[in-house]
């Protein structure tokens, strides 16, 4: 593992756009405000490497190609340039971890002898759930992973011997096989080794960003590497380098910044902090560089939707972080779920899995990556033609190691028919086994004995970095507002605290932290965690607060402040998307104002404390808080935030995070970006103040637009998607079945199951892990599943005057038995039907189909589109079975070459 790297000295933030740089140490912040803001924290500069060619690959002559390498660094550390040039093209990239011919050779040693069989399932990565060891032995298996919540034994409080017991038995298994390659195992360590009960959980890389410490990130990524080595892992599959642009994304909080300087600077250090060493063997852990690319630009922020940047944008904008991260030698890097697609631009390239361009033409050849490719969960079953155990087009495209969790013997069989047939080139095979074998070199895992006997394994000291954690919580917290100074508060002050997350480390910690989505935990699955609430007890001492979660039966005017900890609940990917509902936090969590209401104005200074996973629209909160604080997703070291709620020793030079990300002055301002047209946030990035001043927030405009953004219905004409199931119910809509049992409805639980006598629903894979629901009619009686507003009908005529469709993605699991129908309700006995069993009786078992049923379908039947409050119900009196994903209704869908015909639903 490679030492702690020096400190780096503070630097001025360069001017953004809309700021004024103040000279003499200070940070970025509003003109209007620069009179006041002297003290304010800078950033630090991202770096615009320069340097060679990386060894090997097929490279564009160098006097026609950029090249790019190790950054300028300060202190030991990667430098937050004031600016980076505009490249004209992909640069090639030289890395740091070198090409040893010693490698090469013994490489092609292996190749040569193994047969297709073998290098097939190195290229295999199936979830640990559904493999043995005794399977990784007979197939030959590659690497293993374990999704978000997956544990040793389903055991969510699984002991490090649990797991290494566990890594044992696949490496021993890997090791008895003919090759004898050793097997890697790859984690979602994303912010500390965070599927491990008892491990030390750092801030979400939103709050890293916010801290402008490249140092600090490094610091980070070597402490998470000696977590992942007391487990038994060899892969880590982070970090994250998406450059955001719209904050509705349910992944905003895994961005570093919306600026590409901070997210190149932060991805080279952070990748050697994970990866130790250089030269030709790693010391630490695989870092991934993921999601290549455009994960961070897709059109309103939908999770694996659609970038429809130019290619210079993906260049200079999105493809930044990758120029530091594989400049520092990461070895792996995760395609990416989105599609990169702009018929105006001539762009086509759709699902990056399966574009050539993006993974081989770019990423390997233009910019000379020699390491694997992984993909990213079933990701080649979203490419074209493909399902999730048959996709030559994504191993032709690129893809080395197959993420394919429980379809993987039937990938391996596909895979195998596929070359003996020619789809698939053997020699694409062969290079894709090169890359696993040459990262598994550098990886050291042929030199190391079994998990269980490497440096770290087993120590639960090792799990442990609560001082880095808690320093890193301190420099991610940006200090917004400040009347009268506040802040900080004096030791002895007598406080009242409340909120739903002031005592609540499930909030403080958010997505993938132990479970996937971060839900399900209680203060109890972090033994060694400390909540907020901890942490001012701690400073001001257990006697001098006083904990009311809803402020209910207190007096504020008893105390000398009032502190407040609110904010957002866990989400993770594509649960956390908005989709066309507003940035207003107090839409999103309507408690929270009602706890300010109790406490605000009534004889105490009120101090909120705002946990959440992006800036959102917090002008109500603002009125009514004298002081606000972005907290973000702090982790398990909640007494970091407290540190600098409290004058004290650990309150050092107070607050000096300053914002990665622009915060919305409007409720739907978003995409809201420096250099923007119009730019006009409500705190721009740069933006933080330090003890002492008070900013010039004022009163705010607390107009809201209601619960959507954008024309959804009435008399005009829709221009937004009416979201209605996204992987869970989109509100108001919610999911039911009815049937005899039942007519009235039950309501699908938030597992996803409910279940009568005559239909059963349980949750699915349809395009993603879960965004589905697989509904089974068992034959006794007609039932049906539907999604209903249950405050009653909505007017929507403008979809119908959008020429909209109804939409979804199903899979067919065993067709209709008989007499089938897809309805839509204006309150019942108000609907309008299609017949459609011939349209699933024709759909081929387990393959996914969208359907898109034109709405004039549904108002030619007599529906009234005034008053509609089911927008989906499939209803069927034989037996079926299908899941069902992405409900929703989408505005011109109707005029698409593949949507259905009414004609043809009779």
Known sequence: ???????????????????????????????????????????????????????????????????????????????????????????????????????????????????????????????????????????AIGSVLNGGGSWPGRDKHAAPKAWLDLADAYWQASVSTRTKIPIIWGIDAVHGNNNVYGATLFPHNIG?????DPCLVRDVGAATATQIRATGQDWAFAPTLAVVRDDRWGRTYEGFSEDPRVTRAYGYEIVRGLQGGHGHRLGGVLAT?????????????????????????????????????????????????????????????????????????????KMGFDGLVVSDWNGIGQVAGCTNASCPRAINAGIDVVM????????????????????????????AVTRILRVKLRAGVFDEPKPSARAHAGSADALQARALARRAVRESQVLLKNNGRVLPLAPGSKVLVVGKSADNLQNQTGGWSLSWQGTGNTNADFPDGTTILDGLKEALGADHVTFSENADGVDPSAYDAV???????????????????????????????????????????????????????????????????????????????????????????????????????????????????????????????????????????????????????????????????????????????????????????????????????????????????????????????????????????????????LEFDTIVHSPPANRTVVSVHCVYPCYAEVVATSLFQRMPAGVKTTVKIPISCFAAGGLDLEVVNTPFLVYTDGAFSASFANVRWVPKAATDPDALSCADLT
């Open 563 to 805: 502190v407040a900890v609110i904010g957002e609940t866990p989400y993770a990917e594509g649960v956390g998307d908005l989709g066309r509902k507003t940035l207003e936090a107090a839409k999103l969590y309507p408690g929270d104002l009602a706890v300010l209401d109790k406490v605000s104005g009534k004889g105490a200074p009120v101090v909120t404390v705002f946990v959440s996973g992006r800036p959102l629209y917090v002008n109500n909160e603002l009125n009514r808080s004298d002081a606000f604080v972005a907290a973000w997703l702090p982790g398990t070291e909640g007494g970091g935030v407290a540190d600098l709620l409290v004058r004290g020793r650990r309150s050092g030079a107070g607050y000096t995070g300053t914002l990665s990300y622009s915060w919305p002055r409007g409720a739907c301002q978003t995409p809201l970006n420096v250099g923007d047209e119009g730019y006009d946030p409500l705190f721009p990035a740069g933006y933080g103040l330090r003890y002492g001043q008070t900013g010039k927030v004022g009163t705010l405009d607390e107009t809201s637009p209601g619960a959507a953004c954008g024309s959804t219905g009435g008399g005009g004409t829709a221009t937004e998607d009416l979201e209605i199931f996204d992987r869970q119910d989109v509100p108001p809509y919610k999911s039911y079945i009815g049937s005899a049992e039942n007519w009235g409805g039950t309501e699908i639980g938030p597992d996803g199951a409910a279940a009568h006598s005559e239909i059963t629903v349980e949750p699915s894979d349809v395009n993603v892990q879960q965004d589905g629901l697989k509904a089974t009619w068992t034959g006794t009686g007609p039932a049906q599943i539907y999604m209903q507003n249950p405050a009653g009908g909505t007017d929507l005529r403008g979809y119908l005057n959008a020429d909209a469709a």
């Open 1 to 139: 593992m490679s030492t702690s790297p020096a400190r780096v000295p503070r630097r001025a933030l360069a001017a953004l756009a809309g700021l004024t740089l103040l000279t003499g140490g200070a940070a970025a912040v509003p003109a209007a405000e620069a009179a006041e803001a002297g003290a304010a924290r800078p950033g630090a500069a991202a770096a615009a490497p320069g340097g060679d060619a990386a060894p090997g690959g097929d490279a564009a002559r160098p006097d026609r190609q950029p090249v790019v390498g190790s950054p300028d660094k300060v202190g030991g550390c990667a430098r937050i340039e004031k600016r980076l040039p505009t490249l004209p093209d992909w640069p090639r990239v030289r890395s740091e971890i070198g090409r040893n011919p010693a490698d090469e050779k013994r490489i092609a040693t292996i190749v040569a002898g193994m047969t297709l069989a073998e290098k097939v399932g190195q290229m295999t990565q199936p979830e640990i759930s559904a493999i043995t060891p005794d399977e990784v032995r007979q197939y």
């Open 289 to 365: 560089a993921k999601h290549f690319i455009g994960d961070g630009g897709t059109a309103k922020g939908q999770d694996q939707g659609v970038n429809p940047s130019s290619e210079a944008d993906m260049i200079n904008i999105h493809g930044q972080g990758y120029y530091g991260a594989l400049a520092a030698g990461a070895q792996t890097v995760m395609a990416s779920f989105n599609s990169w697609t702009n018929p105006d631009l001539g762009i086509e390239e759709g699902k990056i899995h399966g574009s050539e361009k993006a993974l081989t033409e770019i990423l390997k050849r």
């Open 404 to 431: 394919v969790p429980n379809d993987w013997k039937a990938f391996i069989a596909n895979t195998i028919a596929q070359v003996q047939s020619g789809d698939i080139p053997m020699s694409r095979i062969d290079d």
């Open 208 to 212: 890293l960003g916010a801290a402008h």
